[in-house]
């Protein structure tokens, strides 16, 4: 069992207080994902600087301060809790190359010119509170509170999983054939960090994004290739799509106003949101997208 929370702002009315929103949802989800937690953040996009979502692990901070410095030049670092946030010019091979082969105790968790991506074990009210979740702004967010199941309780072992620049993916439920799915995508050149489950999902969704086809279309398939029960939010710079499987024994709910669409695994994540009790309030259908 764990928990899944979304936000999409559909004017800028609200947009200075997404964090805020977005940390009393993931709050609210607390109880059923006592082990991690993590959210994306996506703002508005400057069409020439990329963000990396860095976890330190074990490296200090000053460490990875003068590491980076000799890599890469004209970077602005920004430091969240375990994690820092990366803004440059520099393209993502170039970046994620570096990391690789030079920095590898640390770990990437997701890059792009919109989204903002942070993560770690520990319960969803501590964690929200050490990356000051509450002072984000940005245009809609996605987060996580996990029970871990089938992998260790680890912060790459949390979601989001990225996958892809701008992509991000959470989860509730669980796949029973990711690791067919895995072999494949791996033949495909899709690389993986981690054992979980999530992780293959968001890598089968990045390869069928990459060969062009849209988020929509691509979580119709999914219907298909991915067995077992779950309930998917997948975000992009663009907004965020919200799939049940046809078994639909993973529990969502929507609200929507004519100021924000959120999504959560159970409505007390949402109480707390302005409007909500005029909202328009359902049940997602099994098997169907929704796409905001």
């Known amino acids: 069992m764990c928990g899944i929370v979304g936000i999409y702002l559909k004017t800028k009315k609200y947009e200075k207080k997404l964090g805020e929103f977005l940390s009393g949802m993931l709050d609210g989800m607390a109880t059923r994902g006592p082990d991690s937690a993590g959210f994306a953040i996506y703002s508005k996009e400057n069409k020439n600087i990329y963000k990396y979502s860095i976890c330190l692990n074990q490296m200090s901070l000053n460490e990875f301060k003068i590491k980076i410095s000799k890599l890469l030049k004209k970077i602005k670092l920004t430091n969240y809790s375990d994690h820092v946030v990366i803004e440059t010019k520099d393209k993502p091979h170039k970046v994620i190359e570096i990391l690789q082969n030079q920095l590898q105790s640390v770990s990437l968790v ?43 309780i680890t912060t790459q072992g949390s979601h989001p999983y990225s996958t892809a620049e701008d992509e991000c993916l959470v989860h509730n439920g669980s796949l029973s054939n990711h690791n067919n799915i895995r072999r494949f995508l791996i033949k495909d050149g899709q690389k993986f960090n981690s054992e979980n489950d999530t992780e293959v999902a ?91």
């Open 110 to 152: 997701g890059y792009g010119k919109s989204i903002s991506i942070f993560k770690q074990t520990g319960n969803p009210k501590d964690v929200v509170k050490k990356f000051k979740l509450s002072s984000f702004s940005g245009t809609h967010g996605i987060g996580h509170t996990r029970m871990a199941t089938e992998s260790a």
């Open 202 to 292: 968001a890598g089968y969704i990045s390869n069928q994004i990459s060969k062009g086809k849209s988020l929509e279309s691509t979580l119709k398939k999914s219907l298909k290739d991915l067995d077992g029960f779950y309930t998917f939010i997948a975000g992009t710079k663009n907004g965020f799509a919200l799939l049940r499987d046809e078994i639909a024994c993973k529990p969502a709910v929507v609200a929507e106003t004519k100021d924000y669409v959120a999504v959560a695994s159970e409505f007390q994540a949402m109480a707390h949101l302005p409007d909500v009790n005029s909202a328009k309030i359902f049940e997602p259908k099994p098997g169907v997208v929704y796409h905001w």
